[in-house]
């Protein structure tokens, strides 16, 4: 059998060394940290991941958050108009 990947609006936003998360992401403070190597850690149901210079931070369907690379955000994801 063959499955398609429902179509789904996310939020992300591109971490690059930001201070301050934007509007709909306050909800990822208590739950992430910046490193002294200027790195993002979140605690996600897989475990801490650690999102670097680049990557895309989403908030999932449930109110999750986790880091995604850019080569792979930019095959998944589309910008909505």
Sequence with gaps: ???RKKPVVIDAFEWKDKPCFPE???GLHPI???NDDE???I???EGTMTA????WIIKGVSGEFYPCKPD???LTY???E
């Design 24 to 26: 709909g992401f306050e």
């Design 39 to 41: 790195k993002l850690e």
């Design 43 to 45: 605690k996600t149901l």
């Design 78 to 80: 589309e910008l909505v």
């Design 1 to 3: 059998m063959k499955f």
């Design 52 to 55: 670097d210079d680049g990557d």
């Design 72 to 74: 792979i955000f930019k």
């Design 32 to 34: 992430a940290l910046i």
